[in-house]
């Protein structure tokens, strides 16, 4: 296994220009693959989870051209649901914003597909979405095990109507639904039954859905109208907003090593929900500055643990897990259950490797108490094949002792060149 050695750092200082985003990536490429007309998508994300969409949506017969840093992308739209009359296979690694609105896609597409990925994915439900679409007459399969991929799907034409979903899992079903419903032929209601998490990714998904051109009117997230019998239209061009998730390592790394780190690409005019990360740190004493699209913090020497409910920003949430190693007292991060559910269990994983660094750690149900170590220790970190674990546990190296990533290179899940841009803007 390939390791890489962090030699302990003091200070963090510099610009970044932020890679796209990931969740904007993979729903820009759908929707221009559903729509009507051609669309240049600029910033686009180079990494393993926009990789796996790319494939998928060639299978599916989507003509498009990448320039040659696969940053921007020309699409021909089909201006409607994909159709094959050859059975597909299509393996989606890890990709959670591939798996799940793909399925619901191919769910209405003409056609047999069956859907693969890494074993991971096997192991994160599905069973949500599967249920509300076998609600609206989709004919899906468990190859497996009930509840999760593989999947096989028999596509046919779907009509829409009434159906609830259950949203207390994952946001990513809801999202693949409402993808998908201005193409059945009639009107549908969406109800969320129960509780629905990750809720800023809904908006994500609305106001993309509202540049190609549907609008959905949303019931204070309690049920969603969407009028049947539509087409996307491409907006012709359209940029992909840095990866506020991916801002989160450079911005704390400013909050404990002072700073000042600027980040490009996302800030308060974003659609993003992780852009609402600075605001943790500004909580815990950092000082934080916003333009439209870029932020910057700078530490004050001073950071303090805080007790906070991070529902709303669950990937960014795991940069507070490391960050709480250098502020003064504990931190708890509370209503983050779905952690269990994403690359790993990240609330299991989170708390030990923070032991192996020296934190006293209280894992719950679904939160996590951190204390941080009066020094921290030297460690090897397992990554479990978690971008979000790697790239967390880069801040551990402010402590004085050497810090060894295993399997640095599972960021190319989001962020393949993160840990050269970290060194980049380190110093001893
Ligand atoms: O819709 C999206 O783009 C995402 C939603 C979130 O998942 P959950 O809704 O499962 O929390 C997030 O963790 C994931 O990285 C991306
Ligand atoms: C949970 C994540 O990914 P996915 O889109 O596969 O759910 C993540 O990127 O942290």
């Given at each position: 296994m390939e390791t890489l050695t962090l030699k302990p750092i003091r200070t963090v200082k510099g610009e970044v220009t932020l890679p796209g985003s990931k969740s904007l990536s993979n729903r820009i490429l759908l929707l221009a693959a559903l729509a009507k007309g051609e669309t240049t998508i600029t910033n686009l994300l180079d990494s393993d989870d926009v990789r796996h969409m790319l494939t998928a949506l060639q299978a599916l017969g989507v003509s498009y051209q990448l320039s040659g840093d696969k940053r921007t992308c020309v699409l021909k739209g089909l201006g409607?649901?994909?159709s094959s009359a050859e059975a597909q296979t299509l393996f989606l690694g890890n990709a959670g914003t591939a798996v799940r609105p793909l399925t619901a896609a191919l769910a209405m597409s003409e056609g047999t597909f069956t859907i693969t990925g890494e074993p991971r994915m096997y192991e994160r439900p599905i069973g949500d979405l599967i249920d509300a679409l076998r609600q609206l007459g989709a004919d899906i399969s468990y190859k497996q095990d009930e509840g999760f991929p593989p999947l096989e799907i028999q596509g046919k034409p779907l009509a829409g109507g009434e159906v609830s979903i259950k949203g207390n899992i994952s946001s990513q079903y809801l999202t693949a639904l409402l993808m998908v419903a201005p193409l059945f032929s009639g009107d549908t209601r969406i109800r969320v039954d129960g509780e629905l998490v990750s809720k800023p990714y809904i908006d994500i998904t609305l106001?993309?859905?509202?540049?190609?051109?549907?609008a959905v009117t949303n019931n204070q997230y309690q049920s969603f109208d969407i009028k049947g019998g539509q087409t996307y239209l491409s907006p012709g061009e359209i940029?992909?907003?840095?990866?506020?998730?991916?801002a989160s390592y450079f911005l704390a790394a400013a909050a404990i090593g002072k700073g000042p780190v600027r980040v490009h690409g996302t800030g308060s005019a974003s659609i993003q929900g992780d852009a609402r990360f600075a605001e943790v740190l500004e909580q815990m004493g950092a000082k934080v500055t916003y333009s439209d699209m870029w932020i910057e913090v700078e530490g004050t020497g001073k950071l303090s643990g805080?007790?906070?409910d991070l529902n709303h920003i669950p990937d960014a949430a795991m940069t507070i897990a490391t960050t709480a190693l250098f502020a003064k007292g504990p931190t708890r991060i509370r209503n983050i259950y779905n952690w269990r559910v994403k690359e790993t269990d990240r609330l299991s994983a989170m708390a030990t490797e923070l032991r192996k660094v020296g934190a006293t750690v209280e894992e719950g149900?679904?939160?996590?108490?951190?204390e941080p170590p009066a020094e921290i220790r030297s460690a090897a970190i397992d990554t479990?094949?978690?971008?979000?674990?790697?790239?967390?546990?880069?801040?551990a190296s402010f402590g004085a002792a050497d810090i060894v990533i295993n399997d640095p290179k599972c960021t190319s899940k989001t962020f393949p060149t993160y840990f050269d841009e970290f060194a980049r803007i380190s110093k001893a």
């Open positions: 409607g649901a994909f106001d993309t859905m509202a540049k190609f051109g549907v940029m992909v907003e840095g990866d506020a998730s991916s805080v007790d906070v149900d679904d939160y996590i108490v951190i479990y094949n978690d971008h979000r674990m790697a790239m967390c546990f880069s801040l």
